[in-house]
């Protein structure tokens, strides 16, 4: 088997729409994919109704968290997506997207970037409004190279100069609020230092306590060393590991299915939730 379980479509920074990217998964070969989509699940209904006949869904989405200043990532998988105390605090983070990507456009235009609103919006379209569309439009008015040279101190990284905070999530609070809506939680590319600063071991051993179920370890931004450290690390914690593409269609390189999770983790991911279960492809819809 081969299982995706981190991507994301254009109803959060991808630029698939859930129905094409469930139909890439299965093109690439992808026996499970999971929908992971910043602080939404509103991708989900369409992903299931286009869900190939082979392809496997599994729900989810990534939370946006901080803790002492330092912002992080939790995938969430098959937890109930109408379970009130998780669902508000979803909503509450998504109400701060649009005040916050207003507030850095305004930076940006004092910085001298000829960036507009209407040119964010555009970008964004229907999907949950981002850093990555920001970056975007970096790249379109050429003060970037690419997505990725956004996301610098001198631009759009966590303290950079057009940074603008926003309502985050309690990584603690994350993982008790997803295994309360019955998911699991696993730290996404907890070690990715070109994001950023990073969570140290100590701080990762207090999310394991708290409930942390894995971390992701194969990922694009963690080079061979890193991922050694880490597998050492969720040994000693007891926690899953996991490999995944962080897809986001052509907004970065990474290609479907270009790290994977093993089918006994998968597995083990699946026997712990009891919030939604897997989907099943049926066929799915025409384009």
Known sequence: MR??????STASDGTDSPAELVRNAAAAGLDVVALTDHDTTRGHAEAIAALPEGLTLVTGAELSCRVDGIGLHMLAYLFDPEEPALLAERELVRDDRVPRARAMVGKLQELGVPVTWEQVARIAGDGSLGRPHIAEALVELGVVPDVSGAFTPAWLADGGRAYVEKHELDPIDAIRLVKAAGGVTVFAHPLAVKRGQVLPEASIARLAEAGLDGIEVDHMDHDEATRARLRGLARELGLLTTGSSDYHGSRKTCRLGEY????????????????????PGAGGSAA
Do not use: M
């Open 3 to 8: 299982i995706d379980l981190h991507t994301h």
């Open 260 to 279: 994977t999770t093993d089918p006994e983790i998968y597995g083990e991911i699946t026997r712990r939730a009891a919030g939604a279960f897997p989907v």
